[in-house]
């Protein structure tokens, strides 16, 4: 059932929002990681003319992992940003009073995953113990993945971090260098393929088929940013949000927008993966029945909880109030989601 517990973090946040030209046209946007499937939301938005149609002049760069987009937000080299939700909820839960809000939730359910492969012998969690697991700090299966050490039991003593750039992350475990990664099930599953590696040949173990049960990526910026540019927030809530939804309609259309970045891009496999973010993470049952970014007060405290657990935050008072607000969200009508098309 909705509830109002965004009440509080809109009232301190701003006035109501006006039908008026944006108060900041030009903004930055930090996406997550490289410009692939699930990022050509936003690329298909920037050709289609949504940014443009609300007053907007947006810049959107790639992103390094979503543990570094929370501190390209909360630094202010850019504006606003797209990640996991669950390091900015850790930086918001250390960090009181410089708290990120998430104005848009993207993904419903949690792209985090252990990815490893057959050859591997490993098929189930505990075997990660004694073994090599591999990923950049700032990549969010890795941040989170303390919460998965709680919820299986595992311990975390007997598993040996390997770091690299991002880059060689599924190369390295292809190789045969580390055991396993941890990532976006879009990222990793997909970037094996393209390896070689056959669909077969991937072991996926998704965190929240494992106890965490998690939002995923998210729109969020500073209170202060929001607080200062409501109309310039909301512009760009609506223009992504169409962005969603003409990207549900048109995914090919939406995959080839990648073009624009990377002339070389495989569309093929790019519209996979568009297509395994949509129908996973995004057309769930909750947002096909009330639209997207309908955020239940339960599951957001309960992802609060595991966050400040898995972390050690002591004497958190962060609510779900402070971590999301709806705001800024176009009426729930405009965001009830079509079909998906192919």
Not at 85 to 92: H, Q
Not at 288 to 296: C, K, Q
């Amino acid at each position: 059932m909705k509830t109002a517990f965004f009440v509080a973090a809109a009232l301190a946040l701003a006035t109501p929002v006006l039908a008026q030209a944006p108060e900041q046209p030009n903004v930055r946007l930090s996406l997550d990681w490289a410009f692939q499937g699930p990022q050509s939301v936003f690329t298909y938005a920037a050709e289609k003319g949504f940014f443009r149609q609300e007053g907007l002049n947006v810049t959107i760069d790639r992103g390094m992992g979503s543990g570094d987009t929370v501190t390209r937000i909360a630094s202010g080299a850019y504006d606003m940003g797209f990640g996991d939700i669950n390091p900015m909820i850790k930086f918001s839960a250390e960090n009181p009073g410089r708290e990120l809000t998430a104005v848009y939730i993207a993904y419903e359910q949690a792209a985090l995953a252990v990815m490893t492969l057959k050859r591997t012998g490993i098929t189930n969690l505990k075997q990660l113990e004694g073994r090599k697991l591999g990923a950049p700090t700032v990549d969010a299966g890795r941040q989170m993945f303390p919460a998965l050490v709680q919820a299986q039991k595992l311990d975390p003593a007997k598993i040996e971090w390997v770091t690299m750039n991002a880059p060689l992350r599924e190369p390295m475990l292809y190789r045969g260098e580390v055991d396993a990664i941890t990532g976006f099930i879009t990222s990793g599953i997909f970037s094996l393929k393209a390896l070689g590696a056959k669909d077969e040949d991937i072991v996926t173990f998704r965190y929240r088929e494992f106890g965490v049960d998690v939002y995923s990526s998210a729109i969020y910026t500073t209170q202060d940013f929001a607080a200062k540019n409501p109309r310039t927030v909301a512009a760009m809530v609506r223009a992504i949000n169409r962005g969603m939804k003409e990207s549900i309609l048109n995914p090919r259309e939406a995959a080839a927008s990648l073009k624009t970045r990377d002339q070389l891009v495989d569309l093929a496999l790019e519209y996979d993966r568009l297509l395994l973010s949509l129908r996973e993470l995004v057309m769930t049952p909750h947002t096909l029945a009330n639209g997207m970014s309908d955020v239940r007060e339960d599951k957001m405290r309960e992802n609060i909880r595991i966050v400040n657990e898995a972390f050690e935050v002591k004497n958190s008072t962060l609510t779900p109030g402070k971590v999301f607000t709806d705001r800024f969200l176009p009426p729930k009508a405009e965001r009830m989601l079509p079909q998906l098309g192919s």
